[in-house]
């Protein structure tokens, strides 16, 4: 079946270095959609990034993932992080069209040191 | 920006009784979803709702539980008995439209004991 895979549980970094979180994932489908959602401490998780066109780059809020079917890939990166990048952030599939069911990696959790 | 929001945040209940998880979503959306995430793990899907439908449901989506949402009031998730295993963080999802983005809750713990 589909499914997701974040490799990192936990990520620490100090404060202006890049940031890159791994998203890996399998499906059927030949058009799916891959998101970034990121929740931060007491909030309800919130869409960051989504994507559907291969090899296009997108970006918001100075995070950018660019989707690779050929590898099957969407690392989400930013060229220096922020104290407040500190969060959880899901990586999510969904299927042709985006049909609106979505599955969920496991989240990485980034945690950035002054 | 739009807020789903969740009450309880926190529920406690003895295995076997019956508990409703109630959702607000944003007031003109059409799609409403929950999602399961047990301590430690990915969130995964439910189910989804549309239209006083199911639309699709997962097979976490036990005969135990059931969705509604009467009257455009609460979009709710009722489970009847519970199980330990259904000791989880729910969180409720709702979009405008299938392919919209879908806006969530903070979500409600719910541990049975």
């Known amino acids: 079946g589909d499914s997701v895979t974040q490799t990192e549980g936990l990520v620490t970094l100090t404060e202006g270095l890049p940031v890159m979180l791994n998203c890996t994932y399998q499906t059927i489908y030949s058009n799916p959609f891959l998101f970034w959602y990121v929740q931060h401490l007491n909030e309800s998780p919130r869409l960051l990034l989504k994507?559907?066109?291969?090899?296009k780059r997108t970006e918001h809020q100075g995070f950018h993932a660019t989707l690779h079917k050929s590898s099957s890939s969407f690392h989400l990166q930013k060229s220096s992080a922020q104290l407040s990048d500190s969060a959880l952030y899901y990586c999510a599939l969904s299927g042709n069209y985006n049909q609106g069911k979505l599955i969920f990696g496991q989240g990485t959790k980034l945690s950035i040191k002054p | 920006g739009p807020k789903v929001l969740q009450i309880p945040s926190h529920q406690i209940i003895d295995m076997g009784q019956m508990v409703t998880l109630n959702c607000d979503p944003v007031?003109?959306?059409?799609?409403f979803y929950w999602y399961k995430q047990i301590l430690g793990q990915q969130m995964e899907f439910l189910v989804n709702f549309y239209n006083g439908k199911v639309m699709e449901k997962s097979k976490l989506f036990k005969d135990q539980f059931s969705v509604e949402r009467p009257d455009g009031s609460y979009f709710t998730l009722k489970i009847q008995p519970t199980a330990l295993e259904d000791s989880a963080v729910y969180f409720c999802?709702?979009?405008?439209?299938?392919?919209?983005?879908?806006?969530f809750g903070p979500g409600t713990r719910l541990t049975v004991l």
């Open positions: 007031s003109n959306h059409l799609y």
């Open positions: 999802a709702s979009s405008l439209d299938r392919d919209a983005e879908q806006f």
């Open positions: 994507s559907f066109t291969d090899n």
